[in-house]
């Protein structure tokens, strides 16, 4: 039980753990968005959306490598809500954020928004990935890529992550499923985790 509830709180953080848990994500996601970011190639007024922005460190690397993008994050966890607006919140006032509280698959949004979304640490926590990623399909521009970044399950299995929180998809599962909801140019390379790309 104890297992399941340290788990679920990088799922979804809240109350004082998950402000430690958040602590920890600053530190240990720091290098997988610095890897992430040169993948997206970013160019001027480029719009962007982070699904699961947690604390909300990606963003503000994006905003200071580019000030002229825009990005749009959404989180279903409250406390990360609270966070990454007082960490973003320069950025927010200049209305070169938006941060919403919600579930992705509700994201309130029109089609073909973004030249780029991206999500670090988030896809183990979908149940299923064929909703999700053809959301992010129909969300992105013709041209537009979508980035995720995760850990391989034998990592996951390794931290003895519960199944019950974590869905440990293997980069096979991951790649068939980016296919079959309309990608193409799906590449990924192994560092720390896989790092994934595709092209729509």
Partial sequence: MFREFIASQFKKPAGLFGIFTSNMMVKNNRKNYERLIKDLDLHSNF?????GYGPGIG?????EQCPTCTVDGI??????FRRASKYNKQYINNNKVALWHGDFLQLPVT???YDRI???NVIYFW???KEPFEKVFSLLKQGGSFHIYMAGPKFLKDKSAP????????IEQVTEQLKAAGFTAVQHATENGHHIKARK
Avoid at 59 to 63: D, S, W
Avoid at 75 to 80: E, V, W
Avoid at 163 to 170: A, E, N, R, T
């Fill in 47 to 51: 719009k962007l959306l982070e699904i």
């Fill in 59 to 63: 963003i503000t690397m994006i905003e």
């Fill in 75 to 80: 989180d279903f966890s409250k406390l990360m």
């Fill in 111 to 113: 089609d073909k928004q």
């Fill in 118 to 120: 991206f999500c670090v």
């Fill in 127 to 129: 149940n299923s990935l």
């Fill in 163 to 170: 199944d019950s929180v974590f869905s440990k998809y293997s």
